[in-house]
């Protein structure tokens, strides 16, 4: 039972493979997804007793395309197809799948009848047509992840400049984004609204799916498949028609999962997530489980046995992680529940256990904790597939630390899969019933109209605290004056000496501290401890032509002897990440988030630099010239000294300022 509940939570496909033949950019570098050509569904019960149908099997063609591999091959509406390649078809999206994993010029066999007659036909699979559209360009291209290229689809409106970007990550299914022709499905209306609209849009094809290499696609694990989106992320803000400071993802279903664990790595404007959860994924599984089986209206008896079973089976597969033959071996009560939840003793719904053994140990409220940007939290009021106190909980998340950035709304009258729907029972009983849906267009109006007015308004990602409000700041260096009062030299490393002459003055004529990197390493301590605060401090350093090698430092929570140091790096193009020797347990430990951080946004020799670092708890947070580039969330040193470092090199600093939490 827990089996059908998932596959309602997990199928989210179009049952048309495809539409009319378009011509394509003859120059992609991926080889084409196959399709069939058809509109399949369900056999009529009627049709089914004509037949003599087995019962459970068989699809009926429902509509045929003109050039498609299904019209050459002589296909009629009315066929049935009973199996491909020897195996019996279960329903439209099991032979969706199956097609859809293959590539042009695979062949086939299929058994169908016709009429009375069961037949045979082998046919050669021709190539899923491209999208096409008179209003914009679309570009199809690809990124590598983990030894895989991955389809992207781009559209672009045919206008100069940056643009602000849309990156539309799709749910849990395995079947492609790519929508070339009949009816545009919810993905392709999504894109091409908001193309219409002056955005850049992105889409990106799983590993195994459509023309992406890699599968098959049952196999991907959660951690590789968000490395696709990653890499796919990390390309579109690389582009030079996209404006880096105006991205968006749209995350509908497990896609409003992949997204905040995005943007914990690469800061975005602002995320819309849909239909989607906040909470773990146990916890959703079991509420979901008894949402559906009350739709399904079971006995409450049943109910209750049934989500006894499930947590315990949850916990052994997720929490132990013990394999399914084991657990059914162990805990006999439960070998009935393996059996209709697991298959191979390693698929989970047609995804791998390995998928939904990592996907339960994401801490997403650590990743909506981390979060800057604004987001839209939107649950629809027909959505049987997720719960509307998750939304919620999303919004309240994000307020916490940055009041106003998070917005919850439940929209009347759309179910999980954007579709109109009065209630949760309507579209329940439709999907029972493996009805179509209509696609409610007010989703589109509410989320273009929401990102437009973030991409159109003053950005909060690409100011610093300090201009976003000026009230509450302390200026170290407005009182300081010659003597540099206020301030402390102390040697680096602690049990080195002081250059008798110092290196540090404050320049009457602009207000400058200047640092001339001829007194050797030391730094330059603001001698008051802090706990939570912000440090925000503007520098340059001063060419030499012919030199590299560029360094200083940016201090926060440093001991007053600097034995224990938190450092923002400084450099000639380079730099802005957090580094440093802190305390862990008790045990001085060295740090390194250089790898960890966004592509580098310090500006070269003679060119200012703003750096602004947030000390929260035991988060320290790095924000460079317009973007967050560095997060650590493991510091234990809950106090200490803000300094700056001299190590060679003539450096100004200005706007050297304070501001307490």
């Known amino acids: 039972m827990l089996t059908w509940l998932l596959v309602s939570a997990a199928t989210a496909i179009s049952f048309t493979a495809w539409g009319p033949n378009v011509q394509g950019d003859a120059g992609v570098d991926l080889k084409r ?3 069939f050509g058809a509109k399949v569904g369900s056999v009529s019960d009627e049709a089914r007793e004509n037949l003599k149908l087995e019962a459970g099997f068989g699809i009926a063609i429902e509509q045929v395309f003109a050039g498609s591999t299904a019209a050459e091959a002589g296909f009629k509406a009315g066929d049935v197809l009973l199996a491909v390649n020897g195996t019996k078809i279960p329903g439209a999206g099991e032979f969706v799948r199956t097609i859809a994993g293959l590539k042009a010029g695979a062949s086939v066999a299929l058994e169908f009848r016709r009429g009375g007659a069961q037949e045979k036909s082998t046919v050669m699979l021709k190539g899923r047509p491209f999208e096409k559209s008179d209003a914009y360009e679309i570009v199809y291209g690809s990124v590598r992840s983990r030894g895989n290229r991955l389809r992207t689809i781009i559209t672009h409106p045919r206008v100069e400049g940056k643009r602000p970007a849309l990156f539309l990550i799709q749910g849990v299914g395995l079947f492609s984004v790519d929508n070339p022709g009949g009816a545009l499905g919810y993905h392709r209306a999504i894109v091409d609204d908001f193309t219409r609209h002056g955005f850049i849009t992105l889409r990106v094809d799983k590993s195994g799916c459509g023309d992406s290499e890699g599968g098959p696609g049952r196999d991907l694990d959660f951690d590789t498949e968000l490395d696709g989106y990653r890499q796919a992320l990390h390309m579109l803000k690389s582009r030079t028609d996209v404006d880096p400071n105006r991205v968006f993802i749209f995350g509908h279903s497990m896609g409003g999962v992949m997204a905040p664990l995005l943007a914990a790595e690469t800061p975005l404007r602002g995320m819309i997530v849909y239909g989607t959860i906040a909470r773990t994924w146990t916890e959703y599984m079991l509420e979901n489980s008894r949402r559906q089986m009350e739709l399904a209206d079971n006995d409450p008896s049943i109910i209750d046995r049934t989500l006894r079973n499930a947590a315990a089976l949850l916990v052994y597969l997720y929490g132990e992680k013990l394999a399914p033959k084991e657990i059914a071996a162990r805990y006999p009560h439960l070998r009935k529940l393996v059996e209709q939840t697991v298959t191979d003793d390693r698929y989970f719904v047609d995804r791998s256990l390995t998928f ?6 994401k801490n997403l409220g650590a990743a909506w904790e981390s979060y800057e940007g604004h987001v839209l939290a939107i649950w629809g009021k027909g959505d049987f597939v997720s719960n509307e106190d998750d939304h919620a909980l999303i919004a309240r998340i994000v307020n916490r630390d940055h009041p106003g950035h998070g917005t919850f709304l439940a929209m009347n009258g759309i179910d999980h899969g954007f579709n109109r729907a009065a209630s949760r029972r309507e579209s329940f009983e439709r999907g029972q ?13 509410v989320c273009r109209t929401w990102v437009e007015k973030l991409a159109s308004s003053a950005d909060d990602a690409v100011t610093s605290a300090l201009e976003r409000d000026s ?20 040697p680096v490393p ?13 320049d009457a004529s602009t207000g400058y501290l200047v640092c001339t990197g001829d007194g050797g390493h030391e730094w330059l301590r603001w001698d008051r401890e802090l706990s939570d605060f912000i440090f925000h401090v503007e520098w340059r350093f001063t060419p030499v032509p012919g030199k590299k090698g560029y360094n200083s430092g940016v201090y926060a929570r440093n001991s007053a002897d600097a034995r224990i140091w938190h450092q923002a790096q400084t450099g000639d193009g380079s730099g802005g990440y957090l580094f440093g020797n802190t305390q862990i347990g008790g045990v001085a430990k060295r740090f390194n988030r250089s790898e960890r951080g966004v592509a580098s946004r310090v500006k070269p020799a003679g060119e200012w630099n703003t750096y602004e670092i947030t000390c929260r708890g035991k988060e320290m947070i790095l924000w460079v010239n317009g ?14 000294y803000a300094g700056l470092e001299a190590e060679g090199w003539r450096i100004e600093f200005r706007n050297v300022k304070v501001k307490t939490l």
């Open 494 to 506: 602690s049990e080195g000496k002081l250059d008798p002459h110092t290196q540090w003055s404050l």
């Open 471 to 490: 009230q509450g700041w302390t200026d170290l260096l407005a009182r300081a004056g010659p003597k540099l009062e206020g301030w402390v030299r102390a």
């Open 33 to 35: 997804g196959a399709f």
């Open 627 to 640: 973007a967050v580039t560095s997060r650590w969330k493991e510091c234990e040193v809950p106090r200490g």
């Open 356 to 361: 939904f053994r990592q996907l339960a140990g």
């Open 433 to 445: 019933a493996r009805q179509p849906g209509e696609l409610n267009p007010a989703i589109i109006e």
